[in-house]
């Protein structure tokens, strides 16, 4: 924010400065915890395309079975974080929507 970085400049006492300076930090952080955790959707999204390739050209029966450990090990995260990201998320397509954890074995 325009408004903190401005009174950061300006002379004010050094608590003041610190409280700001945390705070920036913070905001930082949470900008590249969301930008990660987007990187991360989208690689994801881009493996299951690209291992479920035949699913979406040809339908359910066509589905291949693949670990999470698999695609962690691929993508060069772990696991915990695939499971995580794979939760709550869908992918469509005109055989309906399906949540991402369904292309993996459990």
């Known amino acids: 924010d325009k408004y903190y970085k401005q009174l950061g400049s300006q002379e ?30 989208k690689r994801l999204g881009e493996y299951i395309a690209s291992v479920q390739k035949d699913f979406f050209e040809n339908g359910q029966a ?24 794979a939760e709550g998320k869908y992918v469509n397509c005109r055989w309906g929507d399906f949540e991402m954890k369904y292309f993996f074995r459990l």
């Open 12 to 41: 004010t006492s050094p608590e003041t400065k610190k409280f700001i300076q945390r705070r920036i930090n913070n905001a930082v952080w949470l900008i590249k915890c969301i930008e990660q955790r987007k990187t991360l959707l």
């Open 62 to 85: 066509f589905k291949r079975a693949v670990s999470i450990k698999q695609a962690a090990s691929e993508l060069g995260v772990d696991k915990e974080l695939v499971s995580i990201a």
